[in-house]
């Protein structure tokens, strides 16, 4: 039980991808399950998924979209209706064609994504406008084979995920739908995963696969790689028009429907642990952390056990009854310092140390594990602030990872400055005239992506910084995961 | 929508196949997927999903137990490992043999169960003693080919499900923690879901394949047929030792762990269709009700729209801050008529009638789904009475469903009356040698199986039905689902 042995043994800044790694396995958030690409979650780990999916839920009922299950085969015939949606996924898609000692007559694809069930289902809801709006979302998993190397959370071969769809009479309400959602998204991650988000648009190459246009949010890295946060996706009738959803309006006239859907995935919790850990392990921002405040309570005789565990117990009570999640580290024949260190590799945002001397005194000390700050609080004052404390964290966070966002992100016009600049990572805002063609070759010259064109930026009267013509737009170009 | 077209057209008693099966499509729970053998969920379905989910999981929370993920796809090499669980599950295993293009070296089974997988990933976790009790369990879907007709519910080839697996340092603390789940699960079946079950351990021959023993809750559906409701299993070192699930204990000395697994799936909601449902479709217990207390304002004119809307939404506002699911169903040009046999049709508990001359008399109409009882109250006794009414309600259905199971439950000791009493349907119970023999020749002969070994009725010194000889025990014997 060394302390070199459970810790994180690469910097953040030396190995980046070792260090991830790392912390994902020390900090006991996931696994490696037996077939290459999959993972498992360990509790701490899910947990932090369950508390995005009680974010997302609680927003989605809002909007009035409810929840559904789907089966997670699919038949071929199904599935290649929408032709451009099929060739893009078939490359990925397992197949399952036995079952006991039989071979299937038709072979069923494991969901790569639900767009084509949902909708031959749908086809058969929806009759007239009364049925509409519909809006379902689906808690589930997706697969998609990855032939590249996988990392745990950002690239693996089944993810958990949600997915939305709906169906609406017009196309101005699947559009707002479309915007909700990408609120809703940006919303979860800011406020709860304390990770800054660039919304925008794809751009045509890199849309959805069968959507009119995709809606994005993308976030950089340390390592100066950008990752997609989620997406949400405008359908037009690209899907009801196959599919046949249809539905009878007001006078009775027979349309196809418009469609909008969208989904993030457990790669959020990836992003996480990239924007805030450190060469210690884990940082979780308070409000996904599955145990908030860690009381540790130290003594050396068991005279002052008695009293040091009465007082971690009030103050666990004064937490419990503010709905603060708190543990207190009662394990016998561990020395504090073997706790402090694995509370610090899991990333606990607040540390309560409690002593014979600090009772005396009438205070604890409290250690925040995001900024290493440690301060002595009175028994009042603790009861008082800690809700506080625990909101200034959140939100300190977040402004520590905008800061990183801002500095790696940089406006760039002229190709030659583009080329070097790329190789420091992080995002380039660079105009673009809107040709395929030039995104193309700058993606072929340089490896560099349209990760998303930012709403604001959608008139743009520059120069593009590939062909020199007049631009449409100011893109965030990056290397991504 | 003629009432013909929506409603159900078939008795319960005349062909309660046809009936639960129209009550599913047509009360909107659940779907036909395209696949044989596998089922949607629409969001009311769903909605009671979340609903016995959100009761395990606060129980399970109690007992210290936590959620995790785990991959759907497990290398044949591990599923294998204990032989007779393999034997067991293989004829109904799906493989997946391939990926995108390219055939796969070993072919991989969709999760039966995760036993396998979850044992080897426990065998790498722990180390010692202090690493147990591990108490994790799995919200996902079990995948088991179907070649039987297969019923909404009750018998699909992937099922939602919760899967259960624990790690003990001692045999008692894990036969204990095999109890502790049962009790967990009677309580939530009985008390949210209103149906009765027997508690007990299945046969040798019916145990889950693996196991030392199984313990089992069963109830009796209306159509005189068993169906289980959900089993907890003590699994021994019956995988520890295959899989290497071993600890070092305070004197560092290695034991294999003694271990269990538990599980209960949508079935229940099956059972709970087929409970309560009658001739007008489906009635929901209000616990797991999606709305349990749905208005409707009834106006002719658009004076006493207005005047009935806003009386309307008082009552629902008042519904909303005591927590209660209330929906005001304002759709327009449907007749109050037509919403009543809607929302009847749907289960919901309670519907409230609001008209003109309710306000003048300052008081509403309710009438309940489950007996049809309908009564005059006040504005002021609605407000205090509506959750004790609902409690009410809740606790009825709970009666009702005990009355039936009781009279559908008799003791018979006779071979020749067994088998004459066994086409009445329901649970006989009838004294047993122990002999698989006779269990084997009483299925072969009459169709039923035991269903369970009631704990009380495990000594037994009667004669058994089938051989005359001294009994151990009174097991329920019935025809099954």
């Known amino acids: 039980m060394s302390k070199e042995k ?103 694809a494991l969901r790569p994504t639900s767009e084509t069930l949902a909708y031959s289902l749908y086809s058969k809801w929806i009759k007239s406008w009364r049925d509409l709006p519909l809006k379902i979302n689906f808690w589930n998993t997706a697969l998609r084979a990855e032939i590249k190397s996988t990392k745990p959370f950002l690239r693996t071969s089944e993810f958990l995920w949600q997915e939305g769809h ?29 990770i800054p988000v660039v919304t925008g648009k ?5 849309k959805f696969v069968g959507a009119v246009y995709t809606t994005t949010m993308e976030s950089i890295m340390p390592d100066g790689k950008a990752l997609q946060m989620g997406t949400s996706h405008f359908l037009g009738q690209n899907f009801s028009k196959p599919f046949e959803v249809k539905f009878a309006d007001k006078d009775n006239v027979e349309n196809f429907a418009w469609q909008t859907s969208w989904g993030v995935s457990w790669r959020l919790i990836g992003a996480m642990i990239m924007t805030h850990g450190d060469d210690i392990g884990l940082v979780l921002p308070p409000k996904v952390a599955p145990v908030q405040v860690v009381i ?8 002052e056990k008695q009293k040091v565990l009465k007082k971690a117990n009030e103050i666990q009570n004064i937490f419990v009854k503010k709905n ?36 005396e005194k009438n205070k604890v000390v409290l250690a925040k594990r995001h900024n290493k700050e440690k301060l002595d609080l009175s028994f ?102």
Chains 1, 2 share one sequence.
Request: hydrophobic share 35%; aromatic share 10%.
């Open 6 to 108: 459970i810790g994180i043994t690469v910097s953040k800044n030396d190995d980046f991808s070792d260090w991830y790694t790392q912390v994902v396995l020390k900090a006991e958030l996931a696994d490696y399950a037996p077939v290459k690409g999959l993972i498992v979650l360990r509790p701490d780990g899910y947990a932090i998924w369950e508390s995005i999916k009680k974010s997302l839920d609680e927003k989605f009922a809002k909007l009035g979209i409810r929840n559904g299950f789907l089966p997670i085969l699919i038949p071929e015939s199904l599935l290649s209706r929408e032709k451009r949606h099929f060739a893009g996924f078939i490359p990925q898609v397992f197949w399952v064609t036995q079952s006991g000692e039989s071979k299937l007559g038709d072979r069923l």
């Open 166 to 194: 709906t169906v609406h009479t017009s196309k101005e309400e699947a559009e707002k739908e479309v915007m909700n959602i990408l609120q809703v998204y940006k919303s979860t991650i800011e406020k709860e995963l304390a």
């Open 202 to 206: 794809k751009s045509e190459k890199e």
């Open 296 to 303: 540790i309570p130290i003594y050396y005789s068991d005279e």
């Open 324 to 359: 603060i999640r708190v543990h207190v580290d009662d394990r016998e024949e561990l020395t504090p310092g073997y706790k402090f260190h694995d509370w610090e590799l899991r990333g606990i945002p607040l540390r309560v140390e409690i002593g014979p001397k600090d009772i």
């Open 380 to 481: 009042d004052e603790i009861n008082e602030k800690i809700e506080s404390i625990l909101d200034d964290i959140q939100k300190q966070m977040l402004v520590a990872a905008k800061k990183i966002l801002e500095k790696m992100t940089r406006d760039v016009s002229n190709y030659d400055e583009f080329k070097s600049e790329l190789e420091k990572g992080g995002f380039l805002q660079s105009p673009w005239c809107g040709k395929e063609e030039c995104e193309a070759k700058i993606k072929e010259e340089t490896g560099a992506e349209i990760r998303v064109i930012p709403f604001e930026s959608e008139n743009s009267s520059k120069k593009c910084v590939y062909c020199n013509e007049q631009s449409v737009s100011i893109p965030i170009f990056a290397r991504g995961y």
